[in-house]
């Protein structure tokens, strides 16, 4: 009896599994005029889950017994509803009727009528309590990134493009494609830890590209949309709090969705050129929440990389809530002849609510990319891809992975090596030239060619050249840089070396020797680079730059204590000799200007600014950037631009009777920065404020004072902490400071308003530096200017505690 018991709950099993064996379902979705809607919606019950049309209107279910029905849904249609049970074969196209939205005729002829303002209003003031999903959750996220050249000129820059680019007959073809997976996990009220489960791309991402999750958690119940790699100034959402002074709102209708009476109104824009979107939300009549949206950015917006950009959201119900299921964003541009599009996009899975996190799950690692994340083969994407790959995607990703092992071997990686160790004298002449070896994970660097020689009134012309060796091991690295330096006036030859080794990337460890002797500028923060103080002193006869020499040995370390903490030391001995001009060469003779003197503090006199001494000096340094995030990738660590700000301390000591050293001080300083503050509208702003004094100083010399970023010449240093009229070496002190900078960007909200200025996509600054010191007083400026990319000018005016006045421009160029 036991035996045959067993034999029928043996057939039972075989039954059932034959029963609930899973089937593939695929099709198209199409208008009733026969025409492709791209990235529908197709909604499964019993478990939830999500899966998306591709861009071609192309869709693949895996489904079993335990599915009954799917509805397919799309941002302006009428949801499809459809019984599998009712399925022939695994071919189904669905047909989706383009909604109709009407006026409600009781609306209509009612006294006070339901208007778009009203809704729009209630939408806005229940937009805090709708965005709360749940206080906890975790969901599957599913990120496709797609960048297709559709036109392209024959040649550019001499390169014949179809080549370059391996485009198909027509100049066309897949620039970039990505796949993510990723666990969302979230916790109310801010905190996110997201991990990447599998990923992998070909191609140069570049541009508008996202593979993060978290990026990708666009969420209009926020007052401001930002994206970063779209632009730099955010874009208002069309229920902000503040939206009715943006937008113009029109109601287009009422219409019922799966049972939900929803409202379709059109978004309008006050201004063309405001950080506004165009197009239409729909909001639940019952609730005020967001049912879908269907916006649109366009180059008017102020924009970079794309001309235009449309932006498809679509909520579902689960269990009373209303969740964002997919997300999708078309974008389409043109330069240089160039023209590309491309789409993103997002969909949400398997919502876990109120999950059970273990106490230290929620720490200050937002994203964690393990090892083997790209080693997912395409049998495990094939089986979790919730949106469909295009013909052209399957034909990108089978050359990818048929070429994904010979990628990886040493001759495959040799003959990558030879196309890109092409050498050419005129980008080596001016940026310098990368020799690589990607099997063996080694890189020479060699320095620029024309950088590399220089001429300064201490030495007179020279040459200066180093070559780096870089080394990868693991997810460890070394290098070493020697350097030789070369004058002809007194035939002089000096050499350094440098060694660097990261040891420990997670805890960012890292040792540093440097050791042998080099002309150094008196001011350690570097006042102008040796090419531009070359030109001033040859061309206008402006030797901004003050020297001594320096014979020295150095180790120095640092580690994170803590994360968000980082502890940095060093010691060196040096043996520094001040020096004087040995030579005055200029290929004009300017009368009102004339050739100063090595010693900044006496300029028409030649005397040395310091005796020659020997120095043994301790340096520690402590980092604490509050609440930082990171991200975990591979075994390394890599920290997030900061949101709040960071406090540094410093501290120096000079030690005297070791090692023949007569120096004898104590430095302490304290700063308090951060960089990128969001201030909404009004773009970003950074702040730096610091004090120092010293606290012993029996015998110090100039090259150990507090120096400060100065600036003499038309070409400037942009960084928060550079002056644009300071002189480079008079307000540096060996007593006590007081200095303080602020920057506010404000990404075009001004310049946009102005016609023909606008399109050029300006940023504009505004900034303020100040310094104190106690023997030259007060020195204070202010200035504004304008960027964009790698230019920026800025007209600044400055004054000090004698009233003098200097004002003028001052540009930088980043090429």
């Known amino acids: 009896m036991k035996f045959c018991t067993y034999i029928f709950i043996l057939i039972l099993g075989f039954l059932q599994s034959i029963y609930a064996q899973s089937t593939v379902l695929q099709g198209n979705v199409l208008s009733t005029d026969n025409r492709i809607i791209s990235f529908a919606s197709i909604y499964l019950e019993n478990p939830a889950r999500v899966v998306s049309v591709n861009y071609e209107g192309f869709y693949s279910i895996t489904t079993d017994s335990c599915i009954k029905t799917l509805a397919c849904m799309a941002i302006g249609y009428k949801t499809q509803k459809i019984n599998l049970d009712t399925v022939q074969g695994n071919f189904l196209n669905i047909v989706l009727e383009a909604e109709n939205y009407r006026l409600d005729s009781t609306q209509v002829q009612a006294s006070q009528p339901i208007t778009a303002q009203y809704i729009i209003a209630n939408a806005i003031a229940k937009r805090i309590e709708n965005e709360q999903i749940y206080k906890r959750y975790s969901v599957n996220v599913y990120i496709k990134s797609m960048q297709k050249l559709v036109n392209a000129p024959k040649r ?35 905190h996110i830890k997201e991990i990447m489960i599998s990923a992998h791309s070909t191609g140069n991402e570049g541009g508008f590209a996202i593979n993060k999750a978290s990026d990708l958690s666009i969420n209009f119940y926020k007052n401001l949309i930002n994206w970063p790699t779209l632009s730099a100034q955010s874009f208002v959402s069309p229920i902000a709090a503040y939206a009715r002074l943006f937008y113009n709102y029109k109601l287009v209708g009422i219409s019922i969705q799966n049972g939900e009476p929803v409202y379709k109104i059109q978004v309008i824009p006050k201004r063309t050129f405001d950080p506004v979107f165009a197009g239409y939300i729909y ?76 106490p230290n799950f929620f720490n200050n690692e937002i994203l964690r990319i393990d090892s083997n994340v790209n080693n997912r083969d395409s049998v495990f994407l094939d089986k979790y891809r919730p949106l469909p790959l295009t013909s052209d995607e ?155 020499k320096k014979e020295y040995v150095s180790v120095s370390g640092g580690r994170d204590l803590y994360n968000g903490l980082y502890f940095s030391a060093g010691v060196e001995l040096a043996r520094r000799y001040s020096l004087s001009n040995i030579d005055t060469f200029s290929f004009r003779d300017i009368k009102s200007k004339n050739f100063t003197s090595n010693n900044p503090l ?25 609440n930082q995030k990171y991200t975990t990738k591979a075994g390394a660590k890599y920290y997030e631009t900061p949101k709040w700000p960071r406090l540094i301390f410093n501290y120096r000591r000079g030690v005297s009777g070791i090692f023949n050293s007569t120096s004898d001080y104590d430095f302490l300083e304290l700063e308090i920065q951060q960089e990128k503050i969001n201030v909404g509208l009004l773009g970003f702003s950074s702040f730096s404020l610091s004090g120092g004094k010293f606290m012993q100083r029996n015998e110090l010399y100039f090259p150990d004072y507090k120096h400060f970023s100065g600036n003499l010449a038309l070409v400037f240093n942009p960084g928060l902490k550079s002056f644009h009229f300071l002189d480079y070496y008079n307000y540096s002190t060996d007593t006590r400071f007081i200095e303080a900078h602020y920057e506010q960007n404000f990404t075009g909200f001004f310049i946009r308003k102005i016609p023909l200025l606008r399109k050029l996509k300006l940023d504009e600054i505004m900034g303020a530096s100040y310094l104190w010191q106690p023997t030259k007083g007060n020195f204070t400026e202010f200035y504004v200017g304008l960027q964009r990319w790698f230019l920026k000018i800025d007209y600044a005016f400055s004054f000090n505690k004698q009233g003098y006045f200097t004002q003028g421009f001052r540009i930088y160029y980043g090429l």
């Open 394 to 548: 399957v034909q990108s990703l089978t050359k990818y992975y048929s070429k994904i092992n010979v990628q990886q071997s040493k001759k495959y990686l040799d003959s990558v090596d030879i196309a890109s160790n092409n050498f050419k004298i005129i980008p080596f002449a001016l940026k310098g030239f990368k020799l690589k070896n990607r099997y063996h994970r080694v890189e020479w660097d060699f320095d620029a060619l024309v950088p590399a020689f220089f001429y300064n009134t201490v030495e007179g012309f020279g040459v200066n050249y180093g070559v780096a060796f870089h080394k990868k091991f693991g997810i460890r690295s070394f290098s070493i840089k020697p350097e030789v330096r070369y004058t002809l006036k007194n035939e002089e030859f000096n050499a350094d070396l440098t060694f660097n080794l990261l040891y420990n990337p997670i805890k960012r460890e890292s040792f540093k020797l440097n050791f042998g002797s080099a002309y150094l500028d008196l001011n350690p923060n570097g006042t102008i680079n040796t090419l531009n103080n070359s030109l001033n002193t040859i061309l206008f006869a402006q030797n901004f730059m003050k020297l001594f």
């Open 602 to 626: 006496e300029p028409s006199n030649n005397t040395k600014l310091f005796p020659d001494n020997t120095a043994l000096n301790l340096s520690a340094s402590l980092v604490y950037t509050i």
């Open 156 to 190: 550019f820059l001499g390169r014949a493009v179809k080549k370059e680019l391996n485009l198909d007959t027509n100049g066309q073809g897949i620039l970039y494609l990505s796949e993510a997976q990723s666990q969302l996990n979230f916790k109310a009220p801010k």
């Open 283 to 358: 909001i639940l009549k019952n609730n005020y929440k967001i049912y879908g949206l269907d916006l649109s950015l366009s180059k008017k917006a102020n924009i970079n990389f794309v001309d235009s950009l449309v932006v498809k959201q679509q909520y579902v119900k689960e269990n009373e809530h209303w969740l964002p299921s997919s997300i999708n964003f078309k974008f389409y541009g043109k330069i240089l002849g160039f023209s590309f599009e491309g789409y993103l996009s997002g969909i949400n899975n398997n919502y876990t609510p109120n999950p059970y996190f273990t």
